[in-house]
């Protein structure tokens, strides 16, 4: 597997989509299929050539600078429709044979990417405004018009939790899945059997961030609070075999003097190694688990982080927020090595909400609200 | 958004006992505010116990995601809807307490004010008129509190729980005159004064020594303010004697699961006292402005709708088990609604072209849902109430007459502004 240089990335693909905000994207086992979630409760699958692009498409040349459309458009294929509220957090097997969903409906659902399909249904992918500007760089009628997609429906849908699912995090080989809700509701799961294994026993705020370690043995749980919620804030380290806290990391003085009783993270995440953990708010913060000290901490994304993740080595952290772009940080001193997008410049433009990195890292996603996913590949 | 510090979160013993004399002396001055014209029908007024409580939702909460939900649109949003005891009603699924008291409600979900401002319309939805500069209207507390207050009452006509925030400075009492200024508090905590310093026995002397003194003082000097500052400070003692009013140390472990173990709980429950103890106006600030959810509206929401609806619906509860639900008319309602539609931050802004209020208790219908929204809720497609029609409404309501005159020097100003109509069918 050729090594990631997060350094030298370019734009590949660009996938529309009409259907308000985009809020979650993950590949299927490869390179080769991407799916993404949005506010609607609709996630789409699409199949990506793995390579990038032969050439530009037509009218890439006219953007001051880079956008959308320097990219080709791709299309999506199938719709996996069930859900009746956002798709807040997406997941696969290692195999992509099975996506796993979580939902503002309180429910997770695991999809069998390759069931066959039980109709059709139209998709938009551009609005009239984007659509009028997709012409003008080139586009065709025909290549901003609505697409058909193969319609799947969900294969198991697990309810064991009772409010918004937020948190999400699997384990390394994906055999475990750990999830929170805004009721507190913490479980882990057993992937693709959907059987719960553990359910913690928090506080009652909202686990709004959770991070669960590569050997699925640690987790975190972050139980959101702010000024007018009842329930104080909390940042616990959670022993999953005893299903006890193993440290609780609230009290942390460099943590109280950012957040008091706040503790309202939108994201965490372990380093492949467990030793060191990640969490994204105003700032990405990095932890020492064993000590509880922070490593360091970062700012960058106007005081919205809203995904953190680590590179396979754990040598880069990516994040991504409310500025609009992906940042990869050296993960031993925080320090920026790439910015990959461009920010919108104004705290009234989309922000992206997720990204993932391919199994081989050689690809990124990124969820944008604007109502689109970009597609984007490190050169080796 | 700029946080507004109000002079009620440092009021002290000295500060109480400086506004105290202010109203005192101003109640001197002839002719401020029509006094003499009106204090007959005040005095009348002031026997029917007719009392006011407005929850204020400062920034301005979502009617979409609270009271008139838009389910299957595009802008509905996330949360789903629960259905209340009022057939045919259903509201947010996070308003499980009110929902069970639907029946007790009068929800208006056609008010269109037109103004999106926060301090504009926080000034619009206390005074029920602009701001226009030379003319200072008085806040709908100071008009009650100079109708239905007691003269000989130890406690404050209004009082007002105002945390800042991002919403709007108070106009206070205006034209009226500082007689009818808000009494002002910050949180559910004991005003200072009321902690007296000396002991009660050394306080009853000292109280003894000032009268004895100040009538010797005063026995062959008539001077208005002489006795204006003996009035201030015989009212302030008043106060001294009701300040267990204030503390809900005692009876909060009662209650606390009927209001919520919350500050806003805490609020409501003294909003309740006050009205038992006769207090005929009393605003009790929600969130201090949080409501102005721009960005993440629907998290925004989700924290604090929850503590609303149990302070408020244990207010409700609490009122009517102890028979002051039919004499008390409970406002909910902030300075304007949210846009139904969702910004690019995942919030909503400010709207006041088609939003909610919601009336309760005295006066007013119970069960009755009021006025219609189109399907996305973008404009009133009926029943629409504007300011003076929503303002003559409340204090018909309280048996306020609305078209009641106050004076500016000769010119006369109608309690709700003019040509506004009572909406007949609010009342009950």
């Known amino acids: 597997m050729p090594k990631l240089d997060p350094k030298k990335i370019e734009r590949a693909w660009f996938l529309p989509w009409n259907a308000g905000w985009t809020r979650c994207v993950t590949f299927l086992g490869g390179s080769e299929r991407l799916a993404a979630g949005n506010q609607q409760g609709d996630i789409l699958l699409w199949d990506l050539p793995g390579k990038m692009p032969e050439a530009a498409p037509a009218g890439a040349g006219k953007a001051k600078g880079d956008d959308?459309?320097?990219?080709?458009?791709?299309?999506?294929?199938?719709?996996?429709?069930?859900?009746?509220?956002?798709?807040?957090?997406?997941?696969?097997?290692?195999?992509?044979?099975?996506?796993?969903?979580?939902?503002?409906?309180?429910?997770?659902?695991?999809?069998?990417?390759?069931?066959?399909?039980?109709?059709?249904?139209?998709?938009?992918?551009?609005?009239?405004?984007?659509?009028?500007?997709?012409?003008?760089?080139?586009?065709?009628?025909?290549?901003?018009?609505?697409?058909?997609?193969?319609?799947?429906?969900?294969?198991?849908?697990?309810?064991?939790?009772?409010?918004?699912?937020?948190?999400?995090?699997?384990?390394?080989?994906?055999?475990?899945?750990?999830?929170?809700?805004?009721?507190?509701?913490?479980?882990?799961?057993?992937?693709?059997?959907?059987?719960?294994?553990?359910?913690?026993e928090t506080g009652g705020g909202w686990a709004r961030a959770v991070a669960l370690s590569h050997d699925a043995k640690l987790a975190f749980v972050s139980e959101s609070s702010d000024r007018h919620a009842e329930i104080a804030g909390s940042i616990k380290l959670w022993d999953l075999e005893t299903g006890k806290v193993r440290q609780d990391l609230t009290d942390n003085k460099a943590m109280r003097a950012q957040y008091n009783r706040v503790m309202s993270f939108y994201s965490a995440a372990f380093a492949p190694d467990g030793k060191r953990l990640a969490l994204g708010l105003s700032k990405v913060h990095l932890f020492d688990v064993e000590s509880g000290k922070i490593v360091w901490e970062e700012e960058g994304h106007k005081e919205g982080v809203m995904h953190v993740a680590f590179s396979a080595d754990g040598q880069y952290l990516f994040s991504t927020g409310k500025d609009t772009v992906v940042?990869?940080?050296?993960?031993?001193?925080?320090?920026?090595?790439?910015?990959?997008?461009?920010?919108?410049?104004?705290?009234?433009?989309?922000?992206?909400?997720?990204?993932?990195?391919?199994?081989?890292?050689?690809w990124l996603a990124t969820a944008d609200m604007a109502g689109m996913a970009h597609v984007w590949h490190f050169a080796s | 958004m700029h946080r507004l510090c109000q002079p009620g979160e440092h009021f002290s013993r000295r500060a109480f006992m400086k506004s105290a004399l202010v109203a005192a002396g101003g109640a001197a001055v002839a002719n401020w505010g029509g006094l003499v014209n009106s204090q007959a029908v005040a005095a009348e007024l002031q026997k029917t116990g007719k009392r006011c409580i407005m929850i204020w939702l400062g920034g301005g909460a979502s009617q979409i995601d609270t009271f008139d939900m838009k389910v299957g649109r595009p802008n509905a949003g996330p949360f789903r809807p629960i259905q209340t005891n009022l057939p045919g009603l259903e509201i947010c699924e996070y308003m499980p307490n009110v929902a069970q008291l639907a029946d007790k409600l009068c929800v208006i979900r056609s008010m269109s004010t037109g103004d999106p401002g926060h301090i504009s319309g926080t000034h619009l939805m206390h005074c029920g008129r602009r701001n226009e500069g030379i003319v200072e209207y008085p806040e709908i507390g100071s008009v009650v509190a100079k109708y239905l207050g007691?003269?000989?009452?130890?406690?404050?006509?209004?009082?007002?729980?105002?945390?800042?925030?991002?919403?709007?400075?108070?106009?206070?009492?205006?034209?009226?005159?500082?007689?009818?200024?808000?009494?002002?508090?910050?949180?559910?905590?004991?005003?200072?004064?009321?902690?007296?310093?000396?002991?009660?026995?050394?306080?009853?002397?000292?109280?003894?020594?000032?009268?004895?003194?100040?009538?010797?003082?005063?026995?062959?000097r008539h001077a208005e303010s002489y006795q204006a500052y003996q009035e201030a400070k015989e009212s302030a003692w008043r106060l001294m004697d009701v300040r267990d009013i204030f503390s809900v140390q005692k009876e909060w472990p009662k209650v606390k699961d009927l209001y919520g173990d919350t500050e806003f709980g805490k609020r409501c429950l003294l909003a309740r006292r006050f009205v038992e103890a006769g207090v005929?106006?009393?605003?009790?600030?929600?969130?201090?402005?949080?409501?102005?959810?721009?960005?993440?509206?629907?998290?925004?929401?989700?924290?604090?709708?929850?503590?609303?609806?149990?302070?408020?619906?244990?207010?409700?509860?609490?009122?009517?088990?102890?028979?002051?639900?039919?004499?008390?008319?409970?406002?909910?309602?902030?300075?304007?609604?949210?846009?139904?539609?969702?910004?690019?931050?995942?919030?909503?802004?400010?709207?006041?072209?088609?939003?909610?209020?919601?009336?309760?208790?005295?006066?007013?219908?119970?069960?009755?849902?009021?006025?219609?929204?189109?399907?996305?809720?973008?404009?009133?497609?009926?029943?629409?109430?504007?300011?003076?029609?929503?303002?003559?409404?409340?204090?018909?309501?309280?048996?306020i007459d609305p078209k009641a005159h106050n004076y500016i020097g000769i010119r006369p100003i109608p309690v709700a502004p003019d040509h506004s109509k009572v909406v007949q069918e609010l009342l009950a």
């Open chain 1, 68 to 200: 959308e459309f320097s990219a080709p458009v791709r299309r999506p294929l199938r719709a996996f429709r069930g859900h009746t509220n956002l798709v807040s957090r997406l997941g696969a097997s290692p195999d992509g044979k099975w996506l796993y969903s979580a939902s503002w409906d309180h429910t997770l659902r695991i999809w069998d990417t390759q069931a066959a399909a039980e109709g059709t249904a139209e998709v938009a992918l551009f609005d009239q405004s984007r659509g009028s500007q997709a012409k003008k760089r080139g586009m065709s009628d025909a290549d901003v018009a609505p697409v058909q997609v193969e319609v799947v429906q969900d294969s198991q849908v697990l309810e064991g939790h009772r409010e918004w699912i937020r948190g999400f995090s699997m384990s390394a080989d994906g055999g475990r899945l750990l999830t929170g809700d805004d009721a507190g509701i913490v479980i882990l799961w057993d992937m693709p059997a959907g059987k719960e294994l553990t359910r913690l």
């Open chain 1, 327 to 362: 940042r990869v940080r050296d993960a031993k001193d925080g320090k920026q090595v790439a910015e990959i997008g461009a920010p919108r410049g104004s705290q009234f433009k989309d922000w992206l909400h997720d990204f993932a990195l391919s199994p081989d890292e050689q």
């Open chain 2, 150 to 220: 007691r003269p000989d009452s130890a406690l404050p006509s209004f009082i007002q729980f105002a945390t800042g925030g991002q919403s709007g400075p108070r106009a206070g009492s205006g034209f009226l005159g500082p007689k009818y200024q808000p009494f002002r508090m910050s949180t559910d905590k004991p005003p200072a004064f009321t902690t007296g310093y000396l002991k009660e026995d050394e306080e009853q002397r000292r109280r003894d020594l000032f009268q004895f003194a100040q009538g010797e003082f005063t026995a062959d």
């Open chain 2, 280 to 399: 005929p106006f009393v605003e009790v600030d929600n969130a201090g402005g949080g409501w102005d959810t721009h960005e993440l509206n629907f998290d925004g929401h989700k924290r604090l709708i929850p503590p609303m609806d149990k302070g408020w619906a244990g207010l409700l509860i609490d009122l009517e088990q102890r028979g002051l639900l039919d004499d008390t008319l409970v406002i909910w309602q902030g300075e304007f609604g949210r846009t139904p539609g969702i910004n690019n931050r995942i919030g909503r802004d400010h709207f006041a072209r088609a939003w909610t209020t919601v009336l309760a208790g005295g006066g007013v219908k119970r069960g009755y849902v009021h006025g219609k929204t189109d399907a996305d809720g973008r404009t009133v497609t009926e029943g629409l109430v504007d300011t003076g029609n929503y303002f003559a409404t409340i204090f018909h309501a309280l048996g």
